[in-house]
């Protein structure tokens, strides 16, 4: 298959081009290389590659051209620095993504894998002792400052366990990022109705792994912690450090790319979604741990600082990824956070090679 991989200079995209490559597939890639991404530009691939902005109609139709799939990661990723950020990433993700789904449209390419995010579900599945299954809202800035992290039941505030979300949980995304990435489904699943296509959405949970870029206020907390222990510092835990979240290797990640491109396609004008985590949760505490154990640092500190836009807990259910697909995750949390620790990052550039 030749598949296009937008964004696959990028810390994911880079390695489903090696997968695809592995695979005996013909990757080309397409990406901008976004300063905030890529403070240099990288090596010169040794694959095609295309320095084209997927905002880019000419630019995206003539990368098309004798395309099989497209494999799209290109996104302008992260909570940004505050509110300003939003016409940039409305821009790159949204605005983007249709430019993309246009050129498809014309193209005639009725194959899509998306690079979807939990971010959509807003918290995660909630159950309450009295009320079931319940959906609280926004934390108030009044108790995270009190420290009261843990989002109580809307109906009688009384404290809810925490569980794994299915797809088929409501969309509640909290920031824009979120509602870039809802948005990028919706515009999928337009195109998949009107077209013939079909779409699939993988909603990754926390990628972490060799290649993700340093800090900046885009990057995943693995890799503030990572570079916190670099400069011989201890890792700073937000909150008191009990979000549960899902910790997933990026080359599963990559991997579950492949089989969704090469999986039988699902039926046309439809957008499937998949939770894309490796089912089992962490807290942030514990991966701040485990990465301070693996790196010989200092031990976390848990700071109880917080960020408004950040969900308490949220994992996903990741059992019809497994089902439809066959997938099965094969970097476990101590491993993987071993090697994480140990492996360098994308310092100016990203690894394209
Ligand atoms: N890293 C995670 O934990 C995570 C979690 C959920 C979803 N995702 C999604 O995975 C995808 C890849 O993310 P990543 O972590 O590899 O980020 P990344 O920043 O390393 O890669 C994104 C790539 O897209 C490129 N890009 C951005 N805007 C572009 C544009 N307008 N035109 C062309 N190229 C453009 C960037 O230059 C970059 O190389 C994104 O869609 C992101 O939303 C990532
Ligand atoms: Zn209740």
Request: charged residues 25%.
């Amino acid at each position: 298959m030749r598949v296009l991989v937008t964004g696959g200079a990028g810390f994911i995209g880079s390695q489903v081009v090696r997968s695809l490559e592995r695979a005996g597939h013909e990757p080309v890639v397409l990406d901008v290389l976004l300063p905030r991404a890529h403070a240099a530009v990288p090596e010169p691939p040794g694959r095609e590659f295309l320095r084209v902005d997927v905002r880019d109609a000419d630019g995206v139709r003539t990368a098309l051209r004798g395309i099989d799939a497209v494999c799209h990661q290109a996104a302008m990723v992260g909570l940004g620095k505050d509110f300003a950020d939003a016409p940039a990433y409305v821009g790159c993700n949204d605005l983007g993504t249709a430019v993309l789904l246009s050129g498809m449209a014309e193209a005639g390419v009725r194959r899509l894998v998306l690079a979807g995010s939990m971010v959509v579900y807003g918290e995660g599945r909630y159950d309450c002792p009295r009320h079931g299954r319940v959906r609280p809202g926004p934390r108030r800035p009044e108790d995270l400052a009190a420290g009261r992290f843990e989002p109580p039941c809307p109906e009688c505030g009384a404290a809810l366990s925490p569980g794994l979300v299915g797809e088929d949980a409501p969309a509640d995304p909290r920031n824009v990022y979120a509602v870039t990435k809802l948005a990028q489904e919706h515009l999928s699943a337009a195109w998949a109705r009107s077209t013939g296509g079909s779409a699939v959405s993988l909603r990754y949970h926390n990628v972490y792994g060799p290649g993700m870029p340093r800090d900046t206020p885009y990057a995943g907390v693995a890799s503030l912690f990572r570079s916190a222990l670099a400069r011989g510092e201890a890792p700073r835990v937000f909150e008191d450090g009990g979000q549960r979240r899902d910790f997933v290797h990026v080359r599963d990640v990559a991997a579950a790319n492949v089989l969704a491109l090469e999986a039988d396609a699902p039926p046309g004008g439809t957008l499937t979604p998949y939770n894309t985590g490796s089912g089992d949760p962490h807290t942030v505490g514990e991966m701040a741990e485990a990465l301070a154990r693996a790196h010989g640092g200092p031990r976390p500190v848990t700071t109880g600082e917080f960020r408004l836009g950040d969900v308490r807990h949220v994992t996903a259910d990741p059992s019809r990824l497994r089902r439809d697909l066959g997938w099965t995750p094969e970097v476990g949390f101590a491993a993987g956070m071993e090697e994480f620790a140990r492996a360098g990052q994308r310092a100016s550039a990203a690894v394209v090679g």
